[in-house]
């Protein structure tokens, strides 16, 4: 089992006099931000190991708050001198010395949702690049079109430490594990590439109980001979069947990104003055929850020191609420939500997604297809863009299907989906039994990268435009 290790040094009371430190020009709340990371990254191409990088960071990030302002600054230097310093930078955003009362510092304990038994992080090099090579073989021997095999092995271990001057002290150790394999296949000059990806905040237990490196080589180089005979996808509107599991990535994006609450307060979103408002079919409902065991969205406790809790942020249809960090929390009069998240300690936290899913519904999967007279059926995607204004997206799926009198028929290629997030949600008409998660492979890029999860049932969309390059009928 993993524990965490002081890497910092410092007394509560060095902590507690950077803390004066941060508020000593009239601030309202300080917090330290305190990261250790080490990570490891191994890329076999070809059959050889191109690349084997190990890095460590380390620093603190201090932060100040008076009203809506943040003073921030941060230093790589962990000593009480170095610190204080960035604390003086982050205490100007106010402009009233103050002489700050003493500060209690009492350590908190919360539920451990990632318990890992063997870390990646530490594991023999050796041992690594077995994995890499099992996955690596079972892409190749899949197909003798398969002509290029590229496998990354991803680990890292942070060790965090939080103290704010309400005298929280958190403390925790966050692990996390990424595999991924894309494999190319090419025959007459048709190139199309596979890939599979997984992991989370998990150990190497990942690869005996949940996908041996094998079945990621093997997917991966599926995908590829399945798009060599893929047929260009029909263009216009028509149904959409998505998935469960990674099809929750249209969610993420087209919806989620918009119910992140600086958005709201900025009154850049869609959803902007609507709580309380119908925004979705009423069969759909929508959470946020960082404490999904093991997942790669999953917290302890959220870069500010929430402890998250599940967000409800659509309830069969109705929007009752948004992703909080500290600072909208305090404007909208709500408590904070445990979405306060952050890239290092070199950025302050802002409301990001944990992981976001859609709940399971009562529809059997085989009956929605069945339903389905000419759509298109999505297993996953590469990602997608949104404009978070109006909820605008374009999403680009690696798996899609045809379906036709309600079975599916050929594979798809050369497809884009392109919809309206809040639209979409309200032309639901099915929604499926069989939810599960994401094999946590999904990194959300919105001024700072954070893992995060996705998850879904199999749900029907009465009608999405497709992009593609034939015209429908």
Sequence with gaps: MISYTDYFNLSEEDMRAILSTALSKGGTYGDLYFQHMIK???TMEE??????AKSISHGVGVRTLKGESTGYAYTEEISTEKIKQAALVAAAIADAPTE?????????????????????????????????QQAEESARHYSPHITKVTVTCYDSLSNIQIVNSEGRLLRDTRPMLRFTVSAIAEKNGNRQIGISSGGGRVGNEYFTNVTPPTNHGTEAARQAILLLDAIDAPAGPMELILAPAESGILLHESVGHPLEADFIRKRTSAYTDRVGDKVAHELVTVIDDGTVKNDRGSINFDDEGTIPSPTVLIENGILKGFMHDRISATIFGVPPTGNGRRDSYKFPPIPRMTVTYLANGTSDPGEILESTRKGIYCKSFRGGQVDISNGDFVFVPIEAYLVEDGKISAPVKNLTIIGNGPEALSNVTMVGNDFSY??????????????????QPTIKISEITVGGSELGT
């Design 40 to 42: 490891n990254e191994i």
């Design 47 to 52: 059959g050889i190991v191109k690349e084997a």
């Design 100 to 132: 700050p009362g003493p500060i209690a510092i009492h350590e908190e304990q919360f539920p451990d949702q990632y318990p890992v038994q063997e870390p990646t992080t530490g594991t023999p090099l050796e041992q690594k690049v077995a994995w890499i």
């Design 438 to 455: 994401s094999d946590g492979r999904w990194t959300c890029g919105k001024h700072q990268h954070v893992p995060v999860g996705v998850g």
